[in-house]
C-alpha cells in the first residue's frame, strides 16, 4: 500500500509488463529460486529477556517481519506485534515485560518508536510525531521502565536526547541542541546511564568531544580535531571515572583501542590493540564484570583478541561444539549465563543455539534457512591486486560452482556507502548470481573504511576518478588471471555501487556488457541538495570528501554521470525506491529521461513504497527476478 504522494515522474518508470517480460527473458530451471534466497526465514534475530525467561525472535507475518516471544519454560510462542505494511525494523527487551522496536513508513527512514508487553498487550506508540526519526542511544539495562533515545522532533536538522517512560511515553528532554552551525551528536551515557558524553562539529569539518563530569555539570569541551583524526569514545571504564575507553586514529593511520583522560586530555597507559594494516573496530563489554573483554579488527574475516581468560575459554568451548563455523553471541541474559548463539559461514545463513554456561548444555533453536544446502553453495575467498597506482586492493571474488577454470561471465559488485567495506560472510544476492553461472568480484575500492587515514582519504574527491579506476583494475585483473569472459562482464550496485555503475558505463564505456544501477547517485549537484535535514550540518564535511559544487565546479560535472549520458551505449536497467531520503528518485529520473530523450530504452523499476533499497519481500522477488533476465540478456553465451 501506497501511503504517501507519489514522488518522481510517475510517467518514467516502465509497465509491470515491461518488467514482466524481462523476467521472461531467462526461462532456464535451477535448483533454487530467487524465492529461495530472499524469502523471510521462519525464525531470525533471537533475543533473550533480561532474566532468561523468554526468547524472542523476528518471523513472517502476512509478508511482513514481526516479533514473536517464546516462554522457554511452557513453549507457548505469542506473536506480540501485527505490522502488516512494513517491517520491524529493530527491536529489543528493555525489561522482563516490555519490549521496544521501530518502524518506518514506505522506505523513508523517519523510524517511530513502539512498546509491547510480551502477551502482545498494551501496545504504545512512544513518539507519535510526523517526520520525526529517532535514534536509541541507551537502553538502560539497569532501570526497569526508562530508555535514552535521540530525536530531531525540535529541529529536523539536530537530535535532542531524551529520557523516555516506555510504559506512558512520557518525554524528558535531558540536554540541549540548538546550533545547527556547531550541532551535538553521539550521545554516550555511563555504566549508571547518566548522559556525559558527546561530539559537537564545528564548521562542518571538525569535531570536539565534549564531557562533564556528571549530568548536573555543563558540557565541556576535551579536545577538537579535524573530522579526518577520529577519538571516538567506546566505553566508560568500570569506575565510571574520566577514563575512557576509544577508538583513535591521532598521531597514526591504523585506528588502535587505547584510554583516553577527559580531565588531562590525552591517552592514558599502552595501547591495548593495534594492528599493522587494520583498523580496530570495536570491543566487547562485560556489564558483570565492568570489563573489556575482547575487541576486534576485520583483515579478511572479524578476528577478536581476548583480554579476559574466562571469555577466551567460553569462545574456545563454543568453538568446540560448533566447529567450522562462525560464532557470534547474538544475545545474552543480564547474568551472562544464558547466551544465544549465532552460527554462519560465506555459504549459510547458520543456525541459532542457546547456551547454559553453568549446566554446559548447547541446545539448536532452528537452522535459519534449512531449503538451502551449504553443499550447493560457493565459497567467498579473498583477493587483492594491485590498483594502476600502486596501492593494494582487496576484494572477495565468488566463482560458481560450475567453474572449471575457462573465462566465465563476471559481476562487478561495488558496495555502497562509500565509506564503509566489503566483509566475508553469507551475502544473498552474491550467491544468486554465483548459482546463475556468474562469478562475482567485490573489492574495497579507495576511501572503503577498515584498511586505515590514508587509504581512506585517497579516495575523497575521486568519485569517478581513482575510485573508478580502482574497479575498472579489478575487472582487468580477472580477465588477465583468465579468469573474466572480457565480452561478458556486468556491473552492479546500489547506492554509491550505483554510481560506481553510472560511472563505469559513462567513463568506461566499451567494459561492459550491461549494468544495473539500483538507488545510484547520478548527479553529485542535486544530490548534495536534496541530502536529509539531519545530514545538512555536515555538509562541509562532504564538500571535503566528495566536492564543493562552487570551489569543486569541473570537478563534480566531470564526475556526475548526468552530464556524460551521451556516453552511455551500455544496456542500462535502473531500479528506485520513491521514498529514498539519501538519494533522491531524481537521480534515477535524470539518467531515465536523458537516455529516452535518445530514444534509447532503458527499464526503470520504481517501487513507491520502498526507500534506500528494498524491505518489502515481494518487491525484492521482483526486483530479483528481472535483474536475472536482464543479465541474461546480455550475458548469456
Known amino acids: 500500500m501506497t501511503t504517501h504522494q507519489l514522488p518522481g515522474d510517475t510517467t518514467l518508470p516502465s509497465s509491470e509488463q515491461e518488467i514482466e517480460a524481462l523476467i521472461n527473458l531467462d526461462s532456464r530451471e535451477h535448483k533454487y529460486t530467487v524465492e529461495d534466497f530472499f524469502r523471510i526465514p521462519d525464525q531470525a534475530n533471537f533475543k533473550i529477556s533480561p532474566d532468561g525467561s523468554y526468547i524472542s525472535y523476528v518471523g513472517p507475518y502476512q509478508r511482513r517481519r514481526n516479533v514473536f516471544v517464546k516462554n522457554r519454560s511452557t513453549g507457548e510462542t505469542i506473536r506480540v506485534t501485527e505490522e502488516l505494511e512494513r517491517d520491524i525494523g529493530g527491536y529489543t527487551w528493555v525489561n522482563n515485560q516490555r519490549l521496544i522496536y521501530i518502524k518506518d513508513s514506505g522506505g523513508d527512514e523517519n523510524f517511530k518508536l513502539f512498546a509491547v508487553d510480551r502477551d502482545g498487550s498494551d501496545l504504545k506508540d512512544l513518539t507519535p510525531f510526523d517526520k520525526v526519526r529517532i535514534q ?84 565541556r569541551e576535551v579536545i577538537r580535531t579535524n573530522f579526518k583524526d577520529q577519538l571516538v569514545p567506546v566505553q566508560f571504564d568500570a569506575e565510571n571515572s574520566h577514563v575512557l575507553y576509544v577508538l583513535s586514529n591521532l598521531n597514526r593511520d591504523k585506528t588502535v583501542l587505547v584510554k583516553y583522560d577527559m580531565h588531562a586530555s590525552r591517552e592514558s597507559g599502552d595501547v591495548l590493540l593495534k594492528n599493522d594494516s587494520y583498523d580496530v573496530g570495536g570491543l566487547n563489554w562485560s556489564r558483570k564484570k565492568k570489563k573489556v573483554t575482547a575487541a576486534n579488527y576485520t583483515s579478511w574475516k572479524t578476528e577478536f583478541v581476548f583480554f579476559d581468560d574466562d571469555s577466551k575459554a567460553l569462545y574456545d568451548k563454543l568453538h568446540d561444539l560448533l566447529p567450522g563455523k562462525e560464532v557470534r553471541i547474538a544475545s545474552k541474559n543480564k547474568e551472562e549465563t544464558i547466551f544465544i548463539l549465532r552460527t554462519f559461514t560465506d555459504r549459510s545463513l547458520g543456525a541459532f543455539y542457546l547456551y547454559d554456561s553453568t549446566s554446559n548444555e548447547l541446545e539448536k533453536i532452528i537452522e535459519v534457512s534449512p531449503w538451502l544446502s551449504e ?211 531524481d537521480e534515477s529520473d535524470q539518467i531515465v529521461k536523458s537516455l529516452r530523450a535518445r530514444n534509447i530504452d532503458v527499464p526503470y523499476l520504481v517501487k513507491y513504497d520502498e526507500g534506500h533499497g528494498f524491505a518489502n519481500e515481494e518487491n525484492k522477488f521482483l526486483f530479483y527476478k528481472s535483474m536475472l533476465g536482464f543479465m541474461f540478456k546480455y550475458l548469456q553465451d
Open 136 to 219: 536509541l542511544i541507551d537502553d538502560l539495562p539497569d532501570q526497569e521502565d526508562h530508555i535514552i533515545i535521540g530525536m530531531n522532533k525540535n529541529n529536523p536538522m539536530l537530535f535532542d536526547p531524551y529520557r523516555i517512560n516506555i510504559k506512558t511515553g512520557e518525554l524528558e528532554q535531558i540536554a540541549e541542541n540548538t546550533n545547527p552551525q556547531e550541532p551535538l551528536e553521539g550521545w554516550m551515557t555511563d555504566n549508571d546511564g547518566k548522559l556525559r558524553i558527546c561530539m559537537k562539529t564545528i564548521e562542518g569539518i571538525n569535531h570536539a568531544i565534549m564531557y562533564r563530569d556528571a549530568e548536573n555539570e555543563p558540557f
Open 375 to 585: 553443499d550447493d553453495l560457493s565459497e567467498m575467498k579473498p583477493i587483492s591486486y594491485e590498483s594502476r597506482d600502486g596501492l593494494t586492493i582487496h576484494g572477495y571474488l565468488t566463482l560458481p560452482k560450475s567453474y572449471n577454470n575457462s573465462p566465465i561471465p563476471i559481476i562487478i559488485n561495488p558496495h555502497g556507502g562509500p565509506w564503509v567495506r566489503d566483509s566475508w560472510g553469507y551475502n544473498p544476492e552474491v550467491q544468486l548470481l554465483a548459482s546463475r553461472g556468474y562469478g562475482v568480484l567485490q573489492m574495497n575500492y579507495r576511501s572503503s573504511t577498515g584498511y586505515g587515514k590514508s587509504f581512506w582519504e585517497a579516495g575523497f574527491k575521486k568519485w569517478g576518478k581513482e575510485m573508478q579506476n580502482d574497479i575498472t583494475d579489478g575487472v582487468d585483473y580477472l580477465v588477465k588471471e583468465g579468469i573474466a569472459d572480457a565480452n561478458r562482464v556486468a556491473i552492479y550496485g546500489g547506492s554509491y555501487g550505483g554510481y560506481a555503475t553510472l560511472a563505469g558505463i559513462c567513463y568506461t564505456p566499451d567494459l561492459y556488457a550491461c549494468a544495473v544501477d539500483f538507488v545510484g547517485v547520478s548527479n553529485l549537484f542535486t544530490f548534495m541538495n536534496t541530502i536529509p535535514p539531519y545530514c545538512k550540518p555536515y555538509l562541509d564535511m562532504l564538500h571535503e570528501m566528495v566536492g564543493d559544487p562552487e570551489i569543486d565546479k569541473q570537478h563534480m560535472e566531470e564526475a556526475s554521470p548526468a552530464y556524460h549520458v551521451d556516453k552511455i551505449k551500455t544496456p542500462l536497467y535502473v531500479v528506485q525506491g520513491a521514498n529514498d531520503p539519501r538519494v533522491n528518485i
